[in-house]
C-alpha cells in the first residue's frame, strides 16, 4: 500500500482547486492565509511532481470543477 504523502488543505467543498508542490505550494497557501481567501480554494499539495500519486490525486479532481496548477519557473 502506498503512503499517503500528499496534502489538502482550504475549503475542501470549494469547486476550485489550486495543486502545487514544495516552496511555491507554501508561498501560494501562506500568501491566501494572509489575505484570508484560504476559504474560496482547496488546495493540492503534491508529495511530487512526478510521479503523481494517482490513487490520492484522481478521485480528489473527480470533485472539482476548475483546477490551477502553480509551478515554479525554471
Known amino acids: 500500500e ?5 496534502e489538502i488543505s482550504g475549503n475542501t467543498a470549494s469547486e476550485i482547486a489550486i495543486i502545487s508542490s514544495g516552496g511555491v505550494y507554501e508561498t501560494l497557501r501562506q500568501v491566501l492565509l494572509e489575505s484570508e481567501l484560504i476559504s474560496k480554494f482547496v488546495l493540492y499539495k ?3 511532481s512526478y510521479p503523481f500519486n494517482e490513487a490520492q490525486l ?3 479532481l473527480k470533485t472539482k470543477k476548475h ?3 502553480v509551478e515554479e519557473k525554471r
Open 2 to 6: 502506498k503512503l499517503a504523502l500528499d
Open 46 to 48: 503534491a508529495a511530487t
Open 58 to 60: 484522481l478521485p480528489f
Open 67 to 69: 483546477l490551477v496548477v
